[in-house]
Structure formats: structure tokens, C-alpha cells
């Protein structure tokens, strides 16, 4: 399965965590949609793809149940023991979890800041991200021939331009 780290700033924070590929559509599509939070991106997302929403919330209640304020152990150890493709999903709580969130995962690593409006494409090996394209649909177990054609606001931009 080819694999992207998928980083998101909000008002609240940061979370981070590893999808495949085509999560990198529907996020694209959902910011088309001018989500301003996670909980918003991840509604808009599921629109497109049925896994994200549950993987990255279920991921968050882990981490959370795990990594007390000011107890980081438990990410720490992750951090130093797992292979980058399979750390948890986790949110940014530190120099070593932000360091973590910028690390590119076999096809790269994109953030999303929902804040400024921007994608930064740190790297991109999978598909170059366009401000008008098409997110196919996966009910929650396959692709499915259904495709929804999105375009991002003039207000949001992507970063590096090609």
C-alpha cells in the first residue's frame, strides 16, 4: 500500500498521522469545502473516503487515553521504536512529535493548515496537488466509479507551486 504522512494545523493544535494515498483527494476536496477545524476536514472526508474520519478519531482517543498532559512517554517510545509508516496517529505536543509531523513516509509528507489557508507539500511523491481535480469515493471497504469534482478558493494556496 503506498503510504503519506498527512499533518493538520488547526486553532486547537496539530495531529498527525499516516493514510494511504488516496486520503491526499479527498483532504484536498475537503479543504475545497473551506474546512476551518479537524472535526470539519474529517466531516468533509468522509464524504469522500468513509475510513479517515474513523481512523484518525479512534487514533485520537488512543493517544489521548495514553499521553496524559505532560506525560509524553508513551508517544515518546513510539516515536523511538516504530518504523515512521507505522507510528499512531498522535498530536503535536512537543519538539519531538512536531519533528515526527514534518517526517515524510514512503510517498511524503503533506500539511494542511487549515489556519492560513495553505498546503504545503514538504514532499510529494504520490500525485501533485491541484487546485481543481477529482476525488474517486470509497464506501469504506473500495474505490467505488462515483467521483466528485472539487476546486479550491482563491484564498487557499499550495505550496511548493509546479
Not at 1 to 14: E, H, I, Q
Not at 16 to 43: I, K, M, Q
Not at 137 to 152: A, F, Q
Request: proline share 3%.
Amino acid at each position: 500500500m503506498n503510504l503519506m504522512r498527512y499533518t493538520v494545523v488547526d486553532r486547537d493544535g496539530t495531529v498527525s498521522f499516516v493514510a494511504d494515498c488516496h486520503a491526499l483527494s479527498a483532504l484536498v476536496a475537503s479543504c475545497a469545502e473551506a474546512a476551518e477545524s479537524l472535526d470539519e476536514l474529517l466531516d468533509y472526508a468522509e464524504r469522500y473516503d468513509k475510513r479517515i474520519r474513523e481512523f484518525v478519531t479512534s487514533g485520537l482517543a488512543v493517544f489521548d487515553e495514553h499521553n496524559a498532559e505532560g506525560n509524553y512517554s508513551a508517544i515518546h517510545k513510539a516515536l523511538e521504536y516504530c518504523a515512521p509508516h507505522e507510528l499512531p496517529v498522535f498530536r503535536v505536543v512537543d519538539d519531538k512529535t512536531r519533528q515526527a509531523s514534518l517526517q515524510s513516509v514512503k510517498a511524503g509528507v503533506i500539511v494542511f493548515n487549515l489556519k492560513d489557508r495553505r498546503i504545503v507539500q514538504i514532499q510529494n511523491t504520490y500525485a501533485e496537488i491541484q487546485r481543481r481535480g477529482k476525488v474517486r469515493i470509497h464506501d469504506g471497504s473500495r474505490l467505488t466509479n462515483k467521483v466528485y469534482v472539487y476546486e479550491l478558493p482563491p484564498d487557499w494556496s499550495v505550496v511548493p507551486r509546479r
